[in-house]
């Protein structure tokens, strides 16, 4: 509501105790559906199983999985196996290298990049054509990226 229709929203979800399995998944998928921000939402998650339960709840809802450098990524691949209907990934930004980007852009999947504190990288993410570059000062590399972008950046600010 706070942002009416000109915001895109990046959702992360984390594991943690829950009364019940996919209860989160639902909920979160419940509500993207009720404020009418499916087409522009995506939800983020190290887990390939909530992604999985999401996708299940909502199918409409677009997936990111995010990894880190402890990830398993089958050998010759820069990214883990992605769940079912997952289109995008969501990469620590020590893991983004010019190759992984046009692997990538060559398999149709999108890349939210995180968290990246510095303009000259982020810069770089967007040249590279990130989906979004994820930071912590949204004030500090916005500038680079729109320089890149234009006025629509491909930002996001983590909370």
Sequence with gaps: MRYGSAGRFLVELKQGPSPRTGL?????????????????????????????????AEPRVETCLNFDGGTYRPTGRFWPDLPRGCEAIGPNVALVTARLMAEAREAGVAVQVWTVNDPEMARQMAVWGASSVISDDVALVGPAVRAVTGAKPPLSLVT
């Design 24 to 56: 989160l998944e639902f909920r979160v998928a419940a509500l993207l559906s009720q404020l009418s921000v499916l087409s522009r939402a995506m939800v983020l998650s190290f887990s390939a199983d909530m992604l999985r339960r999401i996708k299940d």
